[in-house]
């Protein structure tokens, strides 16, 4: 079976967040798909059927190292770079990606050999609640004065549910998960938790028991976007850098924006680069 090793939220190899791509994976079952997700080490990998012949519309199941996901940005943005590699040309293409929480849109444009560029637009966000969390700066090895003094937590979905927790400058460096936050985090309604810097624009996520550390974080990035435009710290449609990776030593760079008023936001659109690295062939699929 081919696949494909992309980066993404970068245009340069070995920098942003790494993905497999298996662009021709209708005979696989969801374990033979966790179990290649496993063997391939990337933080996700992400598993193509073709809906119409072979175009625009495509079935996608994205799995991490431990389960299959409801949504995931970075995967979505790497695989339609990887469609428009495949299908060839420099015209603009749109991309129709189908996955287990919603339908997608992905615009995407060459930028020279082995470089794409991909906008991934999430749809209308939801906004599921701000609950009032006296201890939530411990869950991130932190002190009540390192969180932001005028932002409060929020958990906000695009298809998958991120507590938004605004920081201090300077406070990212220091934080960790020493002990797994899931049961917390389902106790307020949330999935995931994503720790922002809304003032320079930067943020960290961990898996929950804080054990792998993810490089950027497009499903977040969206989150981010709404929750922004939500309070005034970005405009309609106004494009902005969103930086992860530098903790992990793979600096990531996502364009997010928001667009519609701060109560009724009719979408918000992450995007970036993408640099093909490599692609192979498993010589055998799991049993």
């Given at each position: ?120 637009d999430q749809g209308p966000p939801q906004f599921l609640g701000r609950p009032v969390l006296d201890d939530v700066a411990s869950w991130f090895s932190l002190e009540e004065e390192d969180l932001h003094g005028e932002l409060r937590p ?134």
């Amino acid at each position: 079976m081919h696949y494909f090793h992309v980066d993404v939220f970068s245009g340069t190899p070995f920098s942003g967040n790494s993905l497999t791509v298996f662009p021709d994976a209708a005979s696989l079952s969801g374990s033979q798909m966790q179990r290649i997700t496993e063997e391939m080490r990337h933080f996700e990998s992400i598993f193509l059927q073709a809906m119409n012949g072979g175009g625009t519309a495509w079935r996608a199941r994205v799995f991490d190292l431990s389960e299959e996901l409801d949504f995931a940005g970075h995967p979505v943005i790497g695989a339609a770079s990887v469609l428009h590699a495949m299908a060839g040309g420099d015209a603009s293409r749109t991309w129709s990606l189908k996955l287990k929480a919603r339908t997608v849109e992905v615009v995407t444009e060459r930028r020279g050999r082995g470089r794409y560029a991909s906008v991934l637009d999430q749809g209308p966000p939801q906004f599921l609640g701000r609950p009032v969390l006296d201890d939530v700066a411990s869950w991130f090895s932190l002190e009540e004065e390192d969180l932001h003094g005028e932002l409060r937590p929020e958990v906000v979905s695009t298809g998958l549910d991120y507590l938004i927790v605004p920081v201090r400058t300077g406070v990212l460096e220091r934080a960790r998960i020493a002990s797994d936050i899931g049961e917390r985090l389902a106790k307020v309604g949330a999935q995931f938790a994503y720790l922002l810097d809304a003032d320079v624009l930067e943020g960290r996520h961990w898996n929950n028991d804080g054990v792998i550390e993810d490089v950027a974080t497009g499903s977040a990035a969206g989150c981010v976007a709404a929750y922004l435009r939500r309070h005034g710290r970005l405009d309609d449609g106004d494009r902005q850098v969103l930086h992860q990776g530098r903790f992990c030593g793979r600096p990531s760079e996502m364009t997010i924006s928001a667009h519609g008023s701060p109560q009724d936001i009719t979408s918000v659109r992450v995007g970036g680069e993408v640099a093909v690295v490599a692609h192979g062939r498993l010589e055998g699929l799991p049993q």
